[in-house]
């Protein structure tokens, strides 16, 4: 079946620096993928929507400038959070259409902690 | 925004009981579909059903789909403590289209 890694699962760093998310389809080629955020005990909220060699479009309220989203193949796109600040410690979860019957196929998610 | 809106918030059964949880939405959609999530975790796809479908299975899901009262329910039948999760629905208006999710309901199944 499709499988998404996403890498790492848990990162802490410092208020400040930036991180860096990889989801990757690992069978199949995705040329959509689809980022959220996930607070405690919350649904999942898009923020953006990643496209193979084209700009990522964000959903209304998400800074583009703060979350940088790269898509450069079809089995790869990237989450960069700039400037990280406590208030961005969340649950960050990337997905990509599979080929079968409209399912998406969320990546394990990655725990961000903000110091 | 949030389309889907769960109910109940929470469900607490014994093994081997039903678990009936259910999704409402708002506006036209293409797709419904029910994912689980296991806690701290990613999303695990259940099942989709389309706009034009009424019911699905799958194993020992049942999911039913009335357009009319914008509305859906997934049943799991004879549940196991494994199946303790939050459950969310999410409904497509297309094929590609992204994903709106609910809130998402949790199931704890009592040994």
């Known amino acids: 079946g499709a499988v998404v890694s996403q890498h790492p699962s848990r990162v802490i760093c410092k208020s400040g620096t930036s991180v860096k998310i990889e989801c990757r389809s690992l069978d199949f080629q995705a040329t959509t993928m689809f980022w959220y955020r996930q607070f405690p005990k919350q649904s999942l909220m898009l923020m953006a929507t990643?496209?193979?060699?084209?700009?990522?479009?964000?959903e209304q309220g998400v800074e583009k400038d703060k979350f940088l989203i790269n898509h450069a193949s079809l089995t790869l796109s990237t989450l960069t959070v700039t400037s990280a600040h406590p208030e961005d410690s969340s649950f960050y979860i990337c997905?990509?259409?599979?080929?079968?019957?409209?399912?998406?196929?969320f990546g394990s998610g990655t725990r961000l902690t903000v110091v | 925004s949030q389309q889907g809106e769960e109910d109940p918030q929470a469900l607490s059964i014994q093994e081997g009981e039903n678990a009936t949880m259910n999704c409402s939405y708002k506006t036209s959609i293409n797709n419904l579909q029910w994912y689980r999530q296991n806690s701290g975790r990613g999303l695990v796809h259940l099942i989709l059903?389309?706009?034009?479908?009424r019911e699905k299975h799958s194993g020992r899901l049942r999911v039913t789909l009335d357009t009319s009262k914008k509305r859906s329910s997934l049943l799991i039948t004879a549940s196991r403590a494994a199946d303790t999760a939050s459950y969310f629905c999410?409904?497509?208006?297309?094929?590609?289209?992204?994903?709106?999710f609910g809130k998402g309901i949790t199931l704890s199944v009592r040994p």
């Open positions: 990643s496209n193979e060699g084209s700009k990522a479009t964000y």
């Open positions: 997905s990509a259409r599979g080929d079968s019957n409209y399912g998406y196929t």
């Open positions: 059903i389309r706009s034009n479908e």
């Open positions: 999410a409904t497509g208006t297309g094929a590609n289209s992204k994903l709106t």
